[in-house]
């Protein structure tokens, strides 16, 4: 009897290895986050990158850690476990490069639009911290025929499966 099983993609790799529009530069003394952990303070990286790149799209990242780690652009409301982490941050340069476009100059649109790909990025990222990324098996009577994991979507992974299944039967008839 064919049936699939999903289950957290222990073996998952983490998104800040794929192409990635933003930068997560973080500071904290236990982990080593997102992509960069600058040895200057904060607020004088940050005054740093204003001057290289005045026009750079920078967003503050929040860090909520009580048991795990789970990781937002939002604030949490816990004063005692939870802080800015650092910032997700592009330029215009960056943003030409990752959307393959000519651009000169941001729009409010173009800003809008990578802003949201930036949330997006933080989100996704938080999703792996949290090891809610997601795997599929497909089984024949306990045999493995096949699997596939990678998923940030548990439901774009469950409907990958079922498809797979449906496919397996069709032909089979």
Known sequence: MLNYEIETDDHSFSPREWDNLGVIVTWHR??????DQ????????LD??????????????YMYEH?????????????????QLGYIYT????????????WKRWTKARRAECEAVLH???????????????RYE???????LDSAGGYYDRDECEADAQAII????????
């Open 38 to 45: 600058p040895t200057r303070a904060p607020s004088e990286w």
């Open 91 to 102: 330029t215009l340069d960056r943003a030409k490069q990752f959307r393959a476009q000519a």
């Open 30 to 35: 236990r982990y080593g986050l997102g992509d």
């Open 138 to 144: 497909i089984l024949d009577d306990g045999e493995v």
């Open 67 to 83: 048991g795990g780690i789970t990781i937002s652009t939002s604030p949490f409301n816990c004063r005692f476990d939870s802080g």
């Open 120 to 134: 997006r990025e933080i989100a996704e990222y938080d999703q792996f911290l949290r090891n809610e990324v997601y």
């Open 166 to 173: 449906d496919n397996l039967l069709l032909k089979a008839a």
């Open 48 to 61: 740093n990158l204003k001057a290289r790149e005045p026009s750079a799209i920078v967003i503050p990242v």
